[in-house]
């Protein structure tokens, strides 16, 4: 079980520092900056041990969390940990920075008394939380009793991720699948590595205690349906359908129904959450083609050539398009023409940086650049790191699509037609790198 | 220096720095030096030739960036472009650009040469300073070929400035230590020695550590030094503190140089002309005056720099050691320093009465502090410098006060440090045993040291123990008494166990009469420890009773019943099981009188250095020893019998192995007992070579030279030759000890001729073996060797390697060829394979060159698959000669191999495969 909490900024200061077991001393704070932030070599493994004390860290901007334990846990779960009280801050917070984590640190000890009873987490469901830690300190005094053991038995229920008694006079659902997708492929134009994560992130704002039911064209399914109905159909509905690797879902997911019958079925809790998270990587829709085209023009100069074509309906938009041509270490100067956007040469990155608006599917825009280099005494050669790219698309490149989204709610007087659900898809890049 | 005015500043620079130091961020920070290097790329590229002054700030920029802990790979030429700028700081700021970022290899090293030449040539002092730190601070080889011829030249000029001159001076030095052959002497070496005459104090400061560091390597050239750096030495000593200005610190005149001298005068022996030895005594004397005058200063930093004087003239009058007037001066100054109030002072007199205590002059006067050095060693706080009060209570030991140091060493012993325990339990043992006057004395004390820190008690020392008391009649009967007492504690140490399962293994008898110990009560208290004893203890114990039972009759039932238990006879661990089968039945079969044969009195051991002696130095480490080695050296007079390794150097005498250094004793009674052999004491380590000399034969298989059998007194060698069915064997004896050995005879279970009888020490006799091969064997001749060495017959034999192998013909042949040979050796019992993991790592080469050692063709291309190995020879024999055909698969993955051996005798292939079997 974690031992204690350290968040540090990136001097290595201790900012907030929970300890939650006896076992965990101060010295344990000063091993991980000497040994971890400090480190002469980067450290790159997110869990270290010194002196038989194993440290789990993530890093946000320049806030280190570290959770710190002497037993033999389950690193997962202490990851997980990390990530959903990143969560909880900035859903309280907005950003992690080193000045919101200072303003709030009386908050954030809140929350982790209320996240972490002696190292074991506990609730960390943001919308519950935010019903009894509130920024306002003053204002949750003024809980009557009622309310207060209307929270107890909401957080110590089984539903403990929603409350009871919530009345909108509009119903309404928002479902937005978020997608990165991360690629590496050759100069030539083969797939490397592909694969697509993708997140099913939901706002509710139901009445009373709602059953949902999420469908979307997963294989599974599909092939289940399709052989119960007409065979030949087959082929057609599985071009439609996707494979999913796998899955995790938001705790509100009743998983026995889908281990039984692959049906997502719920009680969403208030407000924003992630209803699951996937991963796919079979017949992944490549938004962007880059050809890229170097030549070394002796020692001292270098042209690059690189086209990128978009490769997805002509109706649709993709936008915040960045390409980042990594320029030689020996690189003194840089002239760039393109057609389309701005290009500019970033000494600081060691990179030409492309930037485009938008840009239709089906087309294709060019860049090509002379770079002089200086010769220098070094011997090895330039490396060639990847040409990388960033975008922002309205569809899921893992071809995923939402079926329906039913809200049962048979206490109340309305019904699934009643409730207006606003479907949205976001593709966006992770690492989609071409070599050059 | 010429001072940087204020506009020669950097802004540049200054605002870069900044902005580094202002970055929030690691990130931030990498960035803004990617910027940097970007524009300054773009600077160095551009159109414009660029100024000095930007030339030089961003060179500086690089500087910084690379101290940072970045690659910088250009600007180089920018920095040796700087090195022919005529500005001082221009200049200054290339060659610290060269001398940080430069390295040896370099194709720039010329251009770098080329400037630092200019520089060397040219008149103006402050840039051949500059030339010099550079040549300094690189110091590498190519450096020193290009100017090691130089700069002799430059420091020995008349015309050379002073500061030149220092800085020519320790760059010299600098390029000697790097690459001391490139640094030829020649004529200019004696003028160097004149430096020491010169005006400037600077100058003979940095001379004097280049003269030190080169007498220490040509003793002779600069023998002329001595009487220079004796007048130079007075001088300073005799100023008055106010005369050398510059070099007065804290009232101290020159205490740097003066530290220097005297350590240059520790070089070489005391100079043989009377008026120099006179004046230099007089400066001793002064200095040892001095250090009784009141301080002129509270600071101190006037008294480190005295007293570093002192301590130096303190090491010189030691390094003499011819003063007894001097010695004893010494001796009582450092007595009032054991308890000056500052700790180092009292850590460097305990370190320099250490050596003051191994000369015979002072060793009386040291001896007066000894209850100082006592209450140091009680009281002090500071453990290194307890441990040094614990040295020179060992030092100043003799036979006068030994009981009483050995005494006081014990009973600190129990509160010591446990980091210096072990280094004192030794010094214990080596002084209890090396002023014992009377032996029970020495038991008393060891029994006492293992009792007190029985942890730290090394096997050397309780071997000892038992060794010293094996070998005097007089003490052993004390000895079992006392052990039996202290077994009685109920708590008693495994050591303690082990030495007095021993001794009253061997001596129980001596006691018995006493109805306190008789029989009965000894086996009883011994047995009584014995479940508490580790394995190896237990092993010693059953050989303790084995030897009960040979001592007192009346015990025997009682011990076969202990011996017949389940828990010795089936003992999980196979020694014991093995021992106590072994003894049950010894004593059931065998009569009183084979009984008393095998299980007599261990005979006496060998006289030979203490073991524990070895230990302590290997403790300390070369270096660390020299009280060690002068006591060394003063021993080695008298006693010393039969030393093998008493070449005096500490190296050679850590070398041995504790096993083998103790012979008889490691091995222990068991193995006596159990294969007793008729007097001959060293029958137990020959058998522990044997099993060596098995692996050495093993590994003549597939060469023909090298070295047979190794041990600390005999090294044999091989040569041999072989040629059809006759082979001829040239065997070496060398003889690794300083004593020869006699009646040295060898014989050999075939035919040889016979050897010298007598092997000088450390050296090496030949004999020569005719063989013929007159049909095919699996059996190695034996070869029995015997000699006495220092009284003790040596016995030992060894298998020959010759094997049938030897006499192989390869026969080449084609792929359908062997194959046709093969199937016709296709009878059953013609084949011989075997299947086994290799012992090796699977190299191909390795595999080739043993195959072909063995004596057989190595055919290529034969095996379909490239990785297998086939080979085909004759073997010749006088009476026929066999074909053989061999194949070796190797399989990589399993780490296996599998060996396929046809021939056209069933006997020869069977004995191939066991042969080669051991080879992979």
Known sequence: MIGGLFIYNHKGEVLISRVYRDDIGRNAVDAFRVNVIHARQQVRSPVTNFARTSFFHVKRSNIWLAAVTKQNVNAAMVFEFLYKMCDVMTAYFSKISEENIKNNFVLIYELLDEILDFGYPQNSETGALKTFITQQGIKSQHHTKEEQSQITSQVTGQIGWRREGIKYRRNELFLDVLESVNLLMSPQGQVLSAHVSGRVVMKSYLSGMPECKFGMNDKIVIDKQGKGGTTDDSGKSGKQSIAIDDCTFHQCVRLSKFDSERSISFIPPDGEYELMRYRTTKDIILPFRVIPLVREVGRTKLEVKVVIKSNFKPSLLAQKIEVRIPTPLNTSGVQVICMKGKAKYKASENAIVWKIKRMAGMKESQISAEIELLPTNDKKKWARPPISMNFEVPFAPSGLKVRYLKVFEPKLNYSDHDVIKWVRYIGRSGIYETRC | ?920
């Open chain 2, 1 to 920: 220096m010429p001072a940087v005015s204020k506009g020669d500043g950097m802004r540049g620079l200054a605002v870069f720095i900044s902005d580094i130091r202002n970055c929030k961020s690691k990130e931030a920070e990498i960035k803004r030096i990617n910027k940097e290097l970007a524009n300054i790329r773009s600077k160095f590229k551009g159109d414009k030739a660029l100024d000095g002054y930007s030339k030089k700030k961003y060179v500086c920029k690089l500087l910084f960036i690379f101290l940072l802990g970045h690659d910088i790979d250009f600007g180089h030429m920018e920095a040796v472009n700087l090195l022919s700028s005529n500005k001082y700081t221009e200049k200054q700021i290339g060659y610290l650009f060269i001398s940080v970022l430069v390295n040896s290899n370099s194709e720039l090293i010329r251009l770098i040469n080329n400037a630092i030449k200019n520089d060397l040539s040219s008149r103006n002092p402050t840039f051949m300073c500059l030339a010099l730190h550079c040549i300094a601070n690189v110091g590498s080889r190519e450096m020193a070929e290009a100017f090691a011829g130089e700069i002799p030249r430059i420091l020995v000029a008349g015309d050379t400035m002073d500061s030149v001159k220092q800085s020519a001076a320790l760059c010299l030095l600098r390029l000697y230590k790097t690459s001391p052959d490139l640094v030829l002497m020649g004529e200019w070496t004696s003028r160097v020695v004149h430096l020491l005459n010169d005006q400037h104090m600077g100058v003979v400061t940095a001379a004097i550590s280049l003269i030190t560091c080169l007498s220490q390597k040509n003793p002779d050239e600069f023998k002329t030094c001595v009487s220079l750096a004796v007048s130079r030495l007075s001088r300073i000593v005799s100023s008055a503190s106010t005369d050398l200005q510059d070099y007065t610190y804290y009232f101290v005149p020159a205490p740097w140089l003066s530290c220097k001298l005297l350590r240059l005068l520790q070089c070489y022996p005391p100079p043989e002309d009377g008026a120099v030895k006179g004046r230099l005594v007089e400066c001793l004397e002064t200095i040892l005056n001095k250090a009784q005058e009141p301080p002129k200063s509270k600071k101190v930093q006037h008294s480190n720099a005295k007293n570093a004087i002192l301590f130096e003239a303190i090491s010189l009058i030691i390094h003499y050691d011819s003063e007894p007037n001097l010695l004893v001066r010494a001796c009582n100054q450092l007595g009032q320093f054991l308890q000056h109030r500052e700790t180092n002072l009292r850590y460097l007199a305990l370190e320099s009465m250490c050596t003051l205590a191994s000369s015979e002059f002072s060793h009386e006067a040291v001896k007066t502090h000894i209850e100082t050095v006592i209450n140091a060693l009680k009281t002090e706080r500071d453990v290194s410098v307890r441990q040094r009060a614990a040295d020179l209570l060992y030092a100043m030991c003799d036979r006068s006060n030994a009981k009483q140091i050995v005494a006081e060493m014990l009973s600190y012993l129990e509160t010591a440090d446990y980091s210096i325990r072990e280094e004192m339990v030794l010094k214990v043992a080596i002084l209890a045993e090396k002023y014992a006057v009377d032996y029970s004395w020495y038991v008393d004390t060891i029994l006492n040291l293992i009792r007190i820190a029985g942890d730290y008690v090394s096997e050397e020392v309780w071997y000892r123990v038992i060794q010293i008391v094996i070998n005097r009649d007089d003490v052993q009967g004390y000895a079992a008494k006392t052990v039996f007492e202290a077994l009685q504690a109920p708590a008693c140490h495994e050591n303690m166990v082990k030495v007095g399962g021993y001794i009253l293994g061997e001596f129980g008898n001596l006691i018995a009469g006493d109805p306190r110990s008789s029989p009965l009560v000894q086996f009883n208290l011994l047995h009584s420890k014995f479940h508490l004893c580790s394995v190896p203890t237990r092993a010693l114990l059953l050989s303790a009773y084995i030897k009960f039972i040979n001592l007192f009759p009346e015990t025997k039932s009682t011990i076969q019943e202990v011996l017949r238990s389940d828990s010795q006879i089936r003992n999980s661990d196979v020694e014991l099981q093995q021992r106590a089968v072994e003894y049950l039945k010894l004593s059931s079969i065998a009569s009183t009188d084979v009984l008393a044969t095998v299980l007599e009195e261990m005979p006496p051991f060998p006289e030979r250095e203490s073991s524990i002696l070895a230990k302590l130095k290997k403790k300390k480490g070369p270096g660390a020893v020299s009280v060690n080695e002068l006591e060394e050296g003063k021993r080695e007079g008298g006693e010393l019998n039969g030393g093998g390794e008493r070449g005096g150097d500490s190296s050679a005498i850590s070398t041995p192995s504790p096993s083998a250094d103790l012979l008889g004793l490691r091995a222990g009674p068991p193995v006596t007992a159990a294969a007793p052999s008729a007097g001959s004491l060293l029958v137990d380590v020959f058998s522990e070579a044997g099993s060596g000399s098995l692996a050495s034969y093993f590994q003549f298989v597939c060469k023909n030279n090298g070295v047979l059998f190794e041990n600390q007194l005999l090294q044999i060698g091989i040569k041999s030759e072989y040629r059809q069915n006759l082979g001829r064997m040239y065997l070496f004896y060398g003889n690794k000890t300083s004593v020869q050995f006699v009646t040295f005879t060898t014989t050999l279970n075939v035919q040889a001729k016979p050897v010298e009888p007598l092997i000088e020490g450390g050296a090496q006799v030949q004999q020569v073996i005719n063989i013929e091969c007159l049909t095919d064997f699996s059996d190695a001749p034996l070869l029995n060797i015997k000699f006495r060495y220092g009284g003790a017959l040596q016995n030992l034999t060894l298998k020959l390697p010759v094997t049938i192998n030897k006499f192989f013909q390869p026969t080449e042949m084609a792929s359908h060829d062997f194959f046709q040979r093969w199937k016709q050796l296709s009878l059953p019992q013609q084949e011989a394979q075997k299947i086994f993991k290799a012992n090796h790592a699977m190299d191909t080469e390795v595999l080739k060159a043993k195959l072909l050692g063995l004596g057989m063709a190595l055919l290529e291309n034969v095996d379909p698959n490239p990785e297998n190995f086939v080979c085909a020879g004759v073997i010749q024999t006088k009476a026929q000669q066999v074909g053989s055909l061999l194949r070796l698969e190797p399989n990589a993955q399993a780490q296996m191999y599998r060996l396929t051996v046809r021939s056209s005798k069933d006997t020869v292939s069977k004995r191939l495969c066991e042969l080669l079997a051991e080879q992979f």
